[in-house]
């Protein structure tokens, strides 16, 4: 089994900036592309970015692209995502996803991931 843990949510104002961490743990070796959710009160669950197993392919959904940074460091076993220019409609929890395939397709989709983490809180204030 793999484990998910998200840390670095917060209160921060528009404009501001967060790095949230997802750390993997257990049987990591079979855990490839990483991705990013967040789910608002009242929506659906949402792609905000991914990541591919060496770091080489990024994605990020339209809303995020040019205040977003998806990375990874595969020693670590941690990828995050750094939040740049922060508006009140990004406030969601975020969580993290991880894949057992090794296929880079699909990946906006929540159905491509297998490993979940529990989720970090983040609220910008206008």
């Known amino acids: 089994q793999v484990q998910l843990v998200e840390s670095g949510g917060g209160l921060v104002q528009a404009g501001g900036s967060l790095r949230l961490s997802c750390a993997a743990s257990?049987?990591?070796?079979?855990?490839?592309?990483m991705g990013w959710f967040r789910q608002a009160p009242g929506k659906e669950r949402e792609f905000v970015a991914a990541?591919?197993?060496?770091?080489?392919?990024?994605y990020y959904a339209d809303s995020v692209k040019g205040r977003f940074t998806i990375s990874r460091d595969n020693a670590k076993n941690t990828v995050y995502l750094q939040m740049n220019s922060l508006k009140p409609e990004d406030t969601a929890v975020y969580c993290c996803?991880?894949?057992?395939?090794?296929?880079?397709?699909?990946?906006?989709?929540?159905?491509?991931?297998?490993?979940w983490g529990q989720g970090t809180q983040v609220t910008v204030s206008s």
């Open positions: 257990g049987r990591t070796f079979s855990v490839y592309a």
């Open positions: 996803a991880g894949r057992s395939s090794s296929s880079n397709t699909a990946l906006g989709s929540t159905r491509a991931y297998g490993y």
């Open positions: 990541i591919s197993w060496l770091g080489s392919s990024t």
